[in-house]
T-cell receptor
Framework: GAVVSQHPSWVICKSGTSVKIECRSL??????MFWYRQFPKQSLMLMAT?????????EQGVEKDKFLINHASLTLSTLTVTSAHPEDSSFYIC??????????????FGEGSRLTVL | RKEVEQDPGPFNVPEGATVAFNCTYS??????FFWYRQDCRKEPKLLMSVYSSGNEDGRFTAQLNRASQYISLLIRDSKLSDSATYLC?????????????FGTGTLLAVQP
């Protein structure tokens, strides 16, 4: 099956620091990856669409300068939360779409990264 | 109006009960539909895709009603292990809107 690995699973940082989260598709190529955020007892909110070799597309209300996305290869996308603040504490989940499967809609999810900003 | 809406629940049902969840979507151009299951503090996992003709997988049955723009999930003979949050997801394929949008999720608690 398609496996997506996300790292780190947990991170605790001080306010003002930057945190990088990696999302890797382990056994398939993913031209497109998605980054979601989920606050407690709420649904997954799409933050941005990450496309290999091009700029990410951000959803309305998501600050692109705060949430830096890089998709440098077909198997890796990174999300950097810059100058993190306590309100950025959340569960960040990436998902990947297999290259060539753009019309199935199916996504494969990473295990998520729980960020706590003190 | 949210793009995808669900009753958040919780649905508290006894073991063996049949429970149904509905989900409505606002974009009539939506083309693919899914039900995901999410356990507490975990990532969502695909439960089943939803096809126009309806589809069944063991105790789970999914239906799509394009005219009314809703999808449903029926769980028969509920097990304790079915306790989770069930998320419906809708995708508009093609172009800039090719992305999966989730509903708020419906919490199911199966009681012994």
């Amino acid at each position: 099956g398609a496996v997506v690995s996300q790292h780190p699973s947990w991170v605790i940082c001080k306010s003002g620091t930057s945190v990088k989260i990696e999302c890797r598709s382990l056994d398939f190529q993913a031209t497109t990856m998605f980054w979601y955020r989920q606050f407690p007892k709420q649904s997954l909110m799409l933050m941005a669409t990450s496309n290999e070799g091009s700029k990410a597309t951000y959803e309305q209300g998501v600050e692109k300068d705060k949430f830096l996305i890089n998709h440098a290869s077909l198997t890796l996308s990174t999300l950097t939360v810059t100058s993190a603040h306590p309100e950025d504490s959340s569960f960040y989940i990436c998902s990947a779409r297999r290259t060539g499967a753009e019309f199935t809609g199916e996504l494969f999810f990473g295990e998520g990264s729980r960020l706590t900003v003190l | 109006r949210k793009e995808v809406e669900q009753d958040p629940g919780p649905f508290n049902v006894p073991e063996g009960a049949t429970v149904a969840f509905n989900c409505t979507y606002s974009n009539s151009a939506s083309q693919s539909f899914f039900w995901y299951r999410q356990d507490c503090r975990k990532e969502p996992k695909l439960l089943m895709s939803v096809y126009s003709s309806g589809n069944e997988d063991g105790r789970f049955t999914a239906q799509l009603n394009r005219a009314s723009q809703y999808i449903s999930l029926l769980i028969r003979d509920s097990k304790l292990s079915d306790s989770a949050t069930y998320l419906c997801a809708v995708n508009n394929l093609g172009g800039a809107t090719n992305k999966l949008i989730f509903g708020t999720g419906t919490l199911l608690a199966v009681q012994p």
